[in-house]
């Protein structure tokens, strides 16, 4: 079935003649609703509409289980009746179910911590202007209908927690709401989150979606440095100073996960800075590499360099090199030099910061070219 064709399905008669009778509305009107690009299923197959139904009965928490409603369109514990306009209400339905299929969904042993009214605005924003306004009824009865994770922990008031993460929640909220700081980074970027963008774009032009979206399994990656400093937070030092401002920084999206000690110098000149958070920095990286049995020493960034031919001194011809780097403390450089000229072939590297020169030596046994840095506070040998 796609939403050209001429004779739709028997599953999508059933649930355009189900959706019909729900909610008041003409057979003809429901079918077209079903057969919207809009509503065809971006994330995953087209939701049920008679699965939507089932769900305000059969639901554990908002099903009414043949009382009365439950769940109404301000939320749960709300008299507020639903309203349906016959042309876009299940298309709306419909598109808040794929929003939520986009973020990763809590696992069975964690607790909700999205609020619905959070959610809701997040999903006006996200869908704007295929669907600008979103009902704190509608966002819960969306998740209770995809099988998310829902609780109920005050038992009071019309909304209630939605098990997606929380942090990727975050993420887009911070992406597409008014006066929101975008992220610095796409480290909490939900899987389906561009595919869902493309998608809308697509469904609005009237197209069919030919690219299933399929949820990989995260793939975990290697980040020793990363865990050894989130597990310094709390100490009462400048490295446990450190490490929860950075780990407060990978929650918030302001920067990536530093998986090297050399990804945290890198990440520490990206955001603003103080003077004793740089010596926070060099601490906890020689701390660091004392403690770890084979630590990789650190190479910096590579700001300028050139070569060029040199016509020799009367032995032949060769080539001269010189490249610069940023210094740890980002203050001076690291100069390269390599002279290829027969009869004067010289290689040499050093360190033209005073604060870097006291603070860092290069590892040893490594050639010129290979150079590295360690803090002298760590004491090690590459």
């Not at 000149?269 to 770890?292: F, L, N």
Request: proline letters at 6%; charged letters at 25%.
């Amino acid at each position: 079935m796609t939403p050209n064709d001429s004779t739709p399905t028997r599953a999508l008669q059933q649930d355009a003649r189900a959706w019909s009778t729900f909610t008041g509305t003409k057979y003809t009107a429901a079918l077209r609703q079903m057969r919207a690009p809009l509503a065809q299923g971006l994330l995953g197959p087209r939701v049920s509409a008679r699965r939507l139904i089932a769900a305000l009965s059969d639901h554990e928490l908002v099903g009414s289980d043949g009382g009365g409603p439950v769940l109404g369109e301000n939320g749960v514990r709300s008299d507020s009746p639903w309203r349906f306009d016959g042309k876009t209400d299940y298309i709306q339905l419909a598109l808040i179910v794929d929003m939520l299929r986009m973020f990763t969904p809590v696992s069975g042993t964690s607790t909700p911590e999205v609020g619905s009214y959070s959610l809701k605005h997040t999903a006006e924003w996200f869908l704007s202007p295929h669907c600008s306004y979103v009902s704190n009824g509608r966002l819960i009865w969306a998740a209770a209908a995809l099988g998310l994770p829902i609780t109920d922990p005050d038992r009071d008031g019309p909304n209630l927690l939605i098990g997606v993460s929380e942090r990727e929640h975050d993420y887009v909220r911070r992406m597409v709401g008014t006066g929101q700081t975008q992220p610095q980074t796409d480290y909490y970027r939900p899987a389906g989150y561009e595919h869902l963008r493309a998608g809308l774009a697509q469904a609005a032009a009237g197209e069919l979606i030919t690219e299933n979206w399929v949820r990989q399994e995260p793939v975990i990656e290697s980040a020793p440095f990363h865990d050894w400093l989130v597990q310094q937070v709390g100490r009462n030092d400048v490295v446990g100073d450190l490490a929860g401002d950075y780990s407060a920084g990978v929650r918030d999206s302001d920067h990536r996960v530093a998986r090297t000690a050399g990804e945290l110098l890198v990440i520490f000149h990206e955001v603003s800075h103080s003077p004793e958070a740089y010596d926070a920095v060099v601490t906890s990286i020689a701390e660091w590499m004392r403690t770890e049995p084979s630590p990789a020493p650190i190479r910096t960034e590579r700001i300028s360099g050139d070569a060029h031919d040199h016509g020799g001194w009367g032995a032949g011809s060769g080539t001269v090199e010189r490249y610069e780097f940023i210094c740890p403390c980002g203050d001076g450089t690291i100069v390269e030099e390599h002279d290829n000229i027969p009869g004067f072939r010289e290689h040499d590297v050093r360190i033209l910061c005073d604060q870097c020169g006291v603070e860092w030596r290069f590892a040893e046994g490594r050639s010129v070219r290979d150079w590295a840095l360690v803090p002298v506070a760590a004491r090690l040998a590459a």
